[in-house]
């Protein structure tokens, strides 16, 4: 199994760089290093919405569309979903997203 790179930067403008495996959820790699600000209160299956995470272009076009649960869930979601938003859950790390620059919501309650 590879490792990818993902940079998770904060509303305040901190940053982690986490070393990560891929074919895990970039929410279970954010919670594996502690990454501050990703909650994931629903450990991954799609009930919550603590694990918001924005994917800005190019990144977000090498992701696969979210599927409607997805889009649904976001309107859950503390901070106000954009048209960047995804659920971390949701995305498979893939050798291709080495590199990802991943924005963190201000609040995930």
Not at 21 to 29: D, I, P, R, W
Not at 42 to 65: E, F, N, Q, R, Y
Not at 74 to 92: N, V
């Amino acid at each position: 199994m590879s490792t990818i790179t993902i940079r998770f930067i904060r509303s305040d403008g901190s940053e982690d760089s986490v070393q990560a495996a891929t074919g895990q959820s970039l929410m279970k790699a954010a919670v594996d290093a502690n990454v501050r600000g990703i909650e994931a209160d629903c450990g991954g299956v799609l009930t919550c919405a603590t694990c918001h995470v924005m994917i800005d272009s190019p990144w977000a076009d090498k992701l696969p569309k979210p599927v409607a649960d997805e889009t649904d869930m976001l309107d859950f979601a503390a901070s106000p979903a954009q048209p960047a938003s995804r659920l971390s859950c949701q995305i498979r790390l893939t050798p291709d997203l080495d590199g990802l620059v991943v924005r963190l919501p201000p609040s995930q309650h």
